[in-house]
């Protein structure tokens, strides 16, 4: 046994070191985005464990140190620490694929606190058992070196009537006298998300399937995540196998003896390309933070040309950090969080321009591409007329630009030839939206943060100038207020 812990410790140390070492040739790289979370270097895709421990925020991801792909999905745990959801310090690799139980990766997982410690739950795949999935526990007491339990795996089957081979990212929370985790599974190829009880977190016993699909919730429910909000439960869950959608949310009510989730809305938690595997936790306000990978897996309809910053060393971090709340008709509120506002510089402001048909405004334009926009736009009940758009164009060539089609009740965003769509409402004729510009990303919040679009892009450049013209009369831009966004300071590692 001491023998498997040196192992895991040398390899964390190797492949710290190599990250830090490569991360150097990168770090001032035009592509690299100035008030987002990435990877320092090599892969990364969903966020794992995150957790407000002693003071700190601490962001666990998907992590492949060597290269910028995914390593065929031999993930180790990177690891970061702030203290305020937008300097990150980059810290020592957390987890490494050394032991038998986990040799084919450490994938997903969550974390939670126990007498001064930091558990990690993650799921093992275990290449020498047929690529077998299989939970397993890590502990620390200073929320940095880990060592992994002897008791692993903790738990190596589903105890109930799903796959093994899709049996995987295990959430945890204590509720009353129980620890609680939920597992993302398939039965008979629908997904279905699976709920555990333990007193003591190694040994666990199957209650019930939290959710089943029944054909509507895609093959596999991946990364679920499940808590109480505003008086109500949440299931969030980003299933493969569901076509246009993969981040999805379930809201409805819940009873810890029947351990079924009885849900009545249903809602997408992005409508964005690049948003996946979203994992929530509380925060030292009592806030639900939410945390997600902003890219996309190569199985998605819309994926195309790879990952673009691969070439150059690096793939994958996270989209804006945003706090959960349930609208009035319970919808999920994705509220992009308040700390974003201290990265704001000085306001420019817009106000009262008609937008005539086919006339070109110029809104924006300024040397860096960060910057934050909030548009209020007035819409006049044209019927007559047979189009209704409003167009902003990010870029000269409009190659990416978003059309709001008053008509068609849509907000669509083209990047290249690939598009995708959400639902555009207007109250009392103004349409509302909230963008966030960065060097490679474009994120936009409407209907009062119960719609979000967050979309990757490579061609803005390092100057913006963003466009906005109309097609068809009667809108006109009520007000913009534009922000530019400073970085919050260099990140570091430690
Ligand atoms: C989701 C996912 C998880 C898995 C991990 C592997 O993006 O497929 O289900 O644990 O990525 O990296």
Redesign the pocket.
């Known amino acids: 046994m001491l023998y498997l812990r040196d192992k895991h410790r040398m390899e964390i140390e190797k492949s710290t070191k190599f990250v830090q070492e490569n991360s150097i040739t990168i770090k001032n790289h035009p592509l690299r985005q100035h008030y987002h979370f990435e990877v320092p270097y090599g892969w990364c895709?969903?966020p794992n464990g995150v957790i407000f421990f002693k003071g700190q925020y601490h962001l666990f991801y998907?992590h492949y140190p060597y290269q910028a792909n995914?390593g065929a999905?031999k993930?180790y745990w990177g690891h970061a620490v702030s203290n305020d959801l937008l300097n990150w310090e980059h810290k020592k690799i957390a987890l490494a694929p050394t032991d038998d139980f986990d040799n084919g990766?450490c994938?997903?997982g969550s974390a939670v606190e126990l007498d001064g410690e930091l558990l990690l739950f993650y799921?093992g795949i275990s290449s020498k058992n047929n690529n077998a999935q299989v939970q397993c526990l890590a502990r620390s007491s200073d929320g940095i070196h880990f060592i992994k339990s002897k008791k692993n795996p903790i738990l190596s089957t589903p105890m109930c009537d799903t796959d093994a081979l899709d049996f995987?990212?295990p959430k945890v929370w204590k509720y009353g006298d129980y620890w609680y985790m939920v597992v993302?599974s398939a039965k008979e190829e629908l997904g279905t998300v699976l709920l555990y009880k333990s007193t003591d977190l190694k040994s666990w016993e199957f209650i019930n399937y939290l959710i089943e699909s029944f054909g509507k919730l895609g093959t596999v429910c991946?990364?679920p995540d499940f808590f109480e909000l505003d008086g109500k439960y949440v299931l969030l869950c980003?299933p493969k196998g569901m076509g246009q959608r993969k981040t999805i949310y379930l809201v409805g009510d819940f009873d810890y003896h029947v351990g079924r989730l009885f849900w009545s809305t249903y809602g997408e938690i992005d409508w964005g390309m690049d948003y996946?595997?979203p994992q929530s936790f509380l925060d030292g306000h009592n806030r639900r933070i939410m945390i997600a990978?902003a890219n996309a897996?190569d199985w998605m309809p819309w994926f195309k040309n790879g990952y673009h910053t691969s070439q150059f060393g690096w793939s994958g971090g996270m989209a804006l950090i945003r706090s959960l709340s349930l609208a009035k008709d319970n919808r999920l509120r994705c509220t992009p969080i308040q700390e974003l506002k201290t990265l704001r510089n000085s306001r420019k402001v817009l106000e009262n321009i008609a937008l005539e048909n086919g006339k070109v405004i110029n809104l924006f334009a300024s040397d860096n591409p960060c910057c934050e926009l909030l548009f209020d736009i007035h819409v006049k009940d044209n019927l007559k007329q047979e189009e209704q758009k409003i167009i902003l164009e990010f870029t000269e060539n409009k190659s990416t630009i978003m059309i709001c089609d008053i008509k068609k009740c849509e907000i669509v965003f083209h990047r290249g030839f690939t598009s995708k769509k959400c639902p555009l409402k207007l109250v009392d004729m103004h349409l509302k939206l909230h963008l966030f510009i960065d060097t490679t990303s474009v994120e936009l919040f409407t209907d009062d943060d119960c719609v979000s679009m967050s979309n990757n892009v490579y061609d803005l450049g390092t100057t913006l100038k963003i466009n906005m013209k109309a097609v068809g009369e009667g809108s006109h831009l009520h007000k913009l207020n534009c922000f530019p966004i400073s970085a919050p300071n260099a990140e570091s590692s430690g």
């Open positions: 895709n969903d998907q995914c999905f993930t990766g994938w997903s799921t995987r990212d993302g991946e990364c980003s996946y595997a990978w897996w």
